[in-house]
């Protein structure tokens, strides 16, 4: 791998990585699911969904979880670090914060922080997840995925 394909898969999974938070910002689910390769898990603690599956499953969690109504929330992302196994194969360690308004005062409050472990692969040009596992770090176990 030259440091130019090294560099520019490394800005193509930071996009990923970023993208994961973002459409579920955005409440786009189809696009989230779209982010998981064709047999790609998604892992929350005892819950666990394959490929585009995940997008329905988190539009149930964020219609009728304890953060449904806490909107505009965010989530930030930080301390990636990815290691390649090959031209097409990847991992990712990343740490997150969800951010929603306390629903007294609006301000912005961490609701969840998560370290995530991602297998990553190359799927028609584009990378995707192939194992995304969330590990909570604060606020008890995830939420069930069902």
Do not use: Q
Not at 20 to 49: H, M, N, Q, V, W
Not at 62 to 87: K, M, Y
Not at 114 to 128: F, I, K, P, S, T
């Amino acid at each position: 791998m030259t440091h130019a394909t090294e560099m520019a898969d490394r800005v193509a999974i930071h996009e990923l990585l970023i993208e994961y938070g973002a459409a579920l910002d955005r409440r786009d689910f189809d696009g989230f699911g779209k982010l998981f390769g064709k047999d790609g898990i998604y892992e929350a603690g005892p819950s666990t969904t394959r490929g585009a599956e995940a997008g329905p499953l988190m539009r149930n969690i964020f219609a009728t979880g304890p953060n449904a109504t806490n909107t505009p929330n965010f989530h930030l992302f930080f301390n990636e670090v990815v290691t390649f196994d090959g031209p097409d194969r990847a991992r990712a360690r990343s740490t997150c914060v969800f951010m929603t308004p306390d629903k007294e005062t609006k301000r912005p409050t961490v609701a969840v922080s998560a370290h995530y472990d991602d297998e990553l692969v190359r799927e028609d040009g584009r990378w995707v997840f192939a194992r995304r596992t969330l590990k909570p770090i604060t606020n008890g176990p995830p939420a069930p995925l069902s």
